[in-house]
């Protein structure tokens, strides 16, 4: 049995920083992908960052470049968002979700949610003046 267990979100003004925590348990940790989607009503969920753990590869939507960072920490099984610079536009609902490598086809395949069999429930990001 999967479980992600998504934490770290809230309201923040823009320009703080948030740091989203995804611990994850019920399968081998070091050998899946671990990606964070997030979504606003009524649009599209939007892949965010992704990161395979057994060779440390990450992706990161163009939006988020130079001000997100994705990592592990293997020993606890958990992954982190280090969210900086936040603007009004990152306000969404950030998602973990997991797989096994298998499902990286090429360099695209990280950001199709349906590529996806495990998700957290995720955890809401708002921020504004």
């Known amino acids: 049995q999967v479980q992600l267990v998504e934490s770290g979100g809230g309201s923040i003004q823009p320009g703080g920083s948030l740091r989203l925590s995804c611990a994850a348990s019920?399968?081998?940790?070091?050998?899946?992908?671990i990606t964070w989607f997030r979504q606003v009503p009524g649009k599209e969920r939007e892949a965010v960052s992704c990161?395979?753990?057994?060779?440390?590869?990450?992706y990161y939507a163009d939006s988020v470049k130079g001000r997100f960072t994705i990592a592990t920490d293997n020993a606890k099984n958990t992954v982190y968002l280090q969210m900086n610079s936040l603007r009004a536009e990152d306000t969404a609902v950030y998602f973990c979700?997991?797989?096994?490598?298998?499902?990286?086809?090429?360099?695209?395949?990280?950001?199709?949610?349906?590529?996806?069999?495990?998700w957290g429930q995720g955890t809401q990001v708002i921020v504004s003046s």
């Open positions: 979700a997991t797989d096994q490598e298998a499902i990286i086809l090429d360099d695209s395949s990280w950001a199709m949610d349906a590529f996806y069999s495990y």
């Open positions: 019920g399968f081998p940790f070091d050998d899946y992908v």
């Open positions: 990161i395979i753990n057994s060779n440390g590869t990450t």
